[in-house]
């Protein structure tokens, strides 16, 4: 890397000062108040603050409702993490073996990366919708009763893939580039020693691929934990019972809805624990690429 | 070990392009045959077409006495050498050995046994439970050699397996895969552009040329008697020179000059001479004004012109060369190509 010596001491923080405004202003200053005010409790009228120590984390704990949301986010992330993973997979091993039409597949297939996830979600609210969208229409016709406004089991369905179908793109992108770093005499060789097309995804294909396949996995996780609000948001609010409430979704269930600021930041803080670690993960792991 | 047959293979691909024509070859069994052309002549394809890695348009392949043109490429018992080795980078080498067999599902004894004896006869005992990146090159080249050997396949096919090592290590591993080919007697056919590779290894050479075979024929046949000026110019090195000659009156005449009798119908010739066959002669008939030389330690190249076209000449005398030197050649040296085609004159 090329350094540069500068003559002021002044000018290189003047450069770097604007970026450091917005980390300090939008990241530091909520995050350092979300911690402050874990600690806290608030009478409902916003007009008494009093210390209370621990006393919010250890209220976590024992709040059948936030279990259900640290539930309810783990299904939610394997869920969309295997569906967007998976789907993407196969697209990205059809263009891989060589599929007609390739770059237009793939050019179209990277659109949906463009969407904003609120705009994500309100299509998939429409398409789903029971009085006025087509697939509970057609499901109706083979005898299904679909209504995510009642039952939990269809609305967790309706934001998996609503969540998922964004993912997919990105997903897709990391899949191609890595099948296409993978030597294609590798797979002749495994041909020639008598492997057939499964064998060979799952001995030399999939074990090659797996750097792409964990760093995907992280960042799909970070995705659901975190990118997904607008998604529920903008199709099921977290209900019915719950159902979809996402540890993120509780955040601001509690602090922006129900006022109860001291709740929600202890959860913020604790989102908080989670996304650090998962970033160390990465970080390691990136650093040193997935052995093979 | 197998014979392997070309019945006037050729391939064209889907968009017209046509990359091969009318190949025909007889591989005997246990013969070694390297296909050899410079870059693009369709030698790789064809190899690839014989392990069923790319399609057969026309004519057939037969392996043994089978048809294998739409057999898949793991039931034609062929192991093949590829260029960049091609060793799965997960596995250690003793799984890179033993991935093949355990894909047909050989017994667990009958893989320790086989893996050991290859690793034996290749010098690789010691790296068995190492990756192929913790190795050199020419470790690496063992290996994907002893994946070959381990299966006992009907015929090995090699893919330029030397071109991503260095030029000492290339000699050592060019003589090895040789030993060890006479060793086993395995079918082996071998694609290179390399015509050192393909002269020293070769029982016989297939020389390809625009997606045509050029010559088939023992390495000396070829450097003997090549078929056509493209042999001519591409087996031996320094390449043979290739000079426009008439013929009239009984005499070879080059440059203006009669430079050897020739007993044959006058007109046009392409002239094709060695280097080493020109010989310093000073009252010599050829002409050659000299460009510059080339020292290679036991000889020098004198590379100049003769007439219009250029032209090399072997020398092993140290004297300081002259501008201008004169040379003759032997008749019996001369190989004549028709001035048109390029196809060598019979009895020339």
Not at chain 2, 259 to 269: D, E, H, K
């Amino acid at each position: 890397m090329k350094r540069t010596i500068f003559g002021n001491q002044l000018l290189p923080w003047l450069l770097l000062a604007p970026q450091l405004a917005i980390t300090a202003v939008f990241f530091l200053w909520p995050a350092g108040q979300a911690v402050w005010q874990s600690f806290l409790r608030q009478d409902a009228f916003g007009l008494k603050t009093s210390f209370v120590g621990l006393t919010n984390y250890a209220a976590l704990l024992g709040d059948a409702k936030y279990l259900n949301a640290v539930q309810v986010t783990v299904v939610f992330s394997i869920a969309v993490a295997a569906l967007s993973m998976g789907v993407a997979l196969m697209l990205a091993l059809a263009v891989d073996r060589g599929l007609r039409g390739a770059r237009a597949y793939t050019t179209l297939l990277v659109w949906p990366y463009a969407v904003a996830p609120a705009v994500a979600g309100v299509m998939w609210w429409f398409l789903f919708n029971p009085t006025i969208g087509i697939l509970p229409y057609a499901l109706r016709a083979v005898g299904y009763d679909w209504n995510h406004g009642l039952q939990p089991r269809d609305a967790m369905t309706l934001v998996v893939i609503a969540a998922s179908w964004k993912q997919i793109s990105y997903n897709f992108l990391f899949f191609v580039a890595g099948l296409q770093a993978i030597p294609g005499s590798l797979r002749e060789a495994a041909a020639i020693d008598g492997a057939g097309p499964a064998r060979r995804f799952a001995t030399i294909t999939f074990p090659l691929l797996s750097p792409t396949t964990f760093f995907l996995l992280v960042v799909n996780v970070v995705y659901t934990m975190f990118d997904t609000f607008a998604v529920i948001h903008a199709t099921t609010q977290g209900g019915p019972m719950q159902s979809t409430t996402i540890l993120v979704y509780k955040v601001f269930d509690d602090g922006f809805l129900g006022l109860n600021l001291g709740a929600s930041g202890a959860q913020s803080v604790v989102l908080m624990g989670i996304v650090i670690v998962l970033t160390v993960v990465q970080f390691r792991f990136i650093e040193r690429r997935v052995e093979y | 070990m197998a014979a392997i047959t070309l019945d006037n293979v050729g391939k064209t691909y889907a968009g017209g392009t046509r990359a091969l024509s009318g190949m025909s070859i007889d591989i005997a069994p246990g013969e070694f045959v390297v296909l050899v052309g410079p870059s693009g002549c369709g030698k790789s394809t064809l190899l690839r077409m014989i392990a069923g890695l790319e399609t057969v348009t026309e004519g057939t392949i037969r392996i043994g006495e089978r048809v294998v043109n739409t057999v898949e490429p793991a039931d034609r018992n062929i192991a093949m050498v590829f260029q960049n080795y091609a060793l799965y980078p997960h596995m250690t080498v003793r799984q890179n050995l033993a991935y093949g067999l355990k894909n047909r599902g050989t017994p667990r004894d009958e893989i320790d046994r086989r893996v050991a004896e290859a690793a034996q006869i290749l010098e690789i005992g010691p790296y068995l439970d190492r990756k192929p990146r913790q190795l050199s090159g020419g470790q690496r080249q063992r290996v994907a050699m002893g994946r070959a050997i381990v299966r006992e396949p009907a015929a090995f096919l090699f893919d330029e397996p030397l071109s991503n090592l260095d030029a000492k290590l290339r000699v050592t591993m060019r003589s090895e895969i040789r030993q060890l080919q006479r060793r086993l007697g395995t079918t082996s056919v071998y694609v290179t552009h390399d015509q050192v590779e393909a002269m020293t290894l070769a029982d016989r050479l297939v020389v390809l040329n625009a997606g045509r075979i050029e010559q088939i024929g023992t390495p000396l046949q070829v450097y003997r008697h090549p078929a056509t000026t493209f042999v001519a110019g591409f087996i031996g090195a320094p390449a043979m020179n290739l000079l426009p000659a008439q013929i009239a009156d009984g005499q070879l005449h080059l440059a203006g000059a009669a430079v050897a009798p020739m007993t044959r119908a006058g007109g046009p010739v392409t002239l094709g001479i060695r280097p080493e066959d020109l010989r310093r002669d000073p009252a010599g008939p050829i002409r050659m004004r000299l460009r510059h030389v080339e020292e290679l330690g036991h000889a020098r190249l004198l590379h100049g012109q003769i007439g219009d076209s250029a032209a090399v000449c072997t020398v092993t005398d140290t004297a300081p060369p002259d501008p201008e030197i004169r040379l003759s050649i032997d008749p019996g040296q001369c190989h004549l190509f028709d001035a048109q085609t390029g196809a060598r004159l019979t009895g020339a």
